[in-house]
């Protein structure tokens, strides 16, 4: 199969870097219109058009999903969650892992792997459901998946178990796994708790990545408390120990809630010990505060406050047809359509662009930052359209290139 090939396309200004940036037109929106060239699964070339007919497509490098759980999408068929609360989503989980088997996480995540790659994912950093009582041929059964699918879509394991089983046996035995296979521990830090035990299990989880020289990414202040506040437990455990392990928050919802002055403060700490964020608006305006009366209160990763602080900042989607979130289908472009507005951010702002596309690829730890320029993957995802409000509207049509080839199914 030939390996070169050029395409016109209209590209969102601050995705593309070019060699003369003076001669790049920007159009009202933020997109420029490019000739790309690309041989042997890279791009060759980079030049500006200036036609009187704009191309009527849209190029994206292939995205990067931040946050997903591939190993129970789809179950919302046998365990929904009718309340649509977080109680309630998590009840139906427990329930959903009692007839949890190899067979059927295989089924769910390679589902969702497939639907990844075919709607413009390169990466994925998906949270897989760890517990004691779990069948442990389930995990060799996705580090299979992994290997499968690596030349399409690169998969980052992140094991969600409960805090205290990092301070188990098992829990060692895994890290020490998660270290050959460059996965990442993660956990849940929900309200409410109590702060010295909680200390202490963070404690346990850090010193755990420490030793094997892991990232974690915790599911943290997914909640509308104000009063337990996990992440000033975790800042005063990182304080006391002086852990230098890298570390996600995903969600942190709450501190949207908190007085500006003392968010302001988390802000800058979260910048100084380099603590990563991923924003869930999706699960995050589904499930939390949910009320009989439309809620004023509605809990997020306060995106903006967080990037003006210098914090990196990501936008997952989470879940995927299951109880905590009975929609979506690893689709980038529904995602960052419902960003838009739920999280009040304009497409053509260089920020939005970075929490979606070049954050990702910093959390994942991948080389390529999803900036096309000339010695860049030719990774694309082109979309039919020349406007924003084309790509986020229904029947969107797209093509996916994986190393300079049409992806075909
Ligand atoms: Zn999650």
């Known amino acids: 199969m030939k390996n070169f090939g050029k395409i016109q396309a209209l590209i969102p200004r601050t995705l593309c870097h070019i060699e003369n940036p003076i001669e790049l037109d920007v159009n009202y929106e933020g997109f420029s219109p490019v000739e790309i060239s690309w041989q042997n699964g890279l791009v060759s070339d980079i030049k500006s058009i200036n036609s009187e007919t704009s191309p009527s497509q849209i190029i994206f490098p292939r995205f990067v999903e931040s946050h997903s759980h591939i190993d129970k999408s789809f179950s919302w068929k046998n365990f929904p969650n009718k309340a649509s609360n977080y109680y309630g989503a998590l009840k139906s989980n427990l329930e959903e892992h009692k007839t949890r088997s190899v067979d059927n996480v295989k089924l769910r995540a390679e589902e969702s792997i497939k639907l990844a790659i075919k709607n413009g994912y390169r990466a994925v950093r998906t949270h897989i459901d760890t517990y004691d009582s779990q069948d442990e041929r389930i995990w060799a059964e996705l580090f299979n998946l992994q290997k499968k699918y690596s030349t399409l879509l690169k998969i980052q394991f992140v094991a969600l178990a409960p805090l205290e089983f990092w301070g188990t046996d098992k829990g060692e035995i895994l890290a020490k796994k998660f270290r050959l296979n460059n996965g990442v521990i993660g956990s849940v830090v929900v309200p409410p708790f109590n702060a010295n035990k909680l200390l202490r299990s963070l404690t346990k989880i850090l010193a755990l990545a420490s030793r094997y020289n892991l990232e974690i990414d915790l599911h943290i202040d997914e909640s509308i408390s104000t009063k337990d506040v996990g992440l000033r437990v975790l800042l005063k455990t990182i304080n006391k120990f002086d852990y230098k392990v890298p570390i996600t928050c995903s969600h942190l919802s709450n501190i949207l809630l908190l007085r500006e002055r003392e968010l302001d403060k988390l802000c800058i700490s979260l910048a100084e010990k380099n603590i990563k964020v991923v924003a869930l608006p999706l699960t995050n305006f589904w499930l939390l505060n949910r009320s009989d009366k439309t809620n004023k209160m509605r809990p997020v990763a306060p995106i903006k406050q967080l990037q003006k602080s210098f914090v990196d900042v990501s936008i997952g989607s989470d879940n995927v047809q299951d109880p905590w979130y009975p929609f979506g289908e690893f689709d980038p ?38 900036t096309i320029s000339v010695g860049c993957p030719a990774d694309f995802v082109v979309a039919k359209g020349d406007s924003w409000a084309d790509l986020f509207s229904n029947n969107l049509q797209r093509s996916v290139l994986i190393n300079g080839k049409w992806y075909v199914e």
């Open 333 to 370: 472009f529904y995602l960052m359509s419902y960003s838009m507005h739920l999280l009040q951010l304009n497409p053509w702002d260089r920020l939005t662009l970075s929490a979606i596309i070049s954050a990702p690829s910093r959390l994942l730890n991948l080389e390529w930052d999803g």
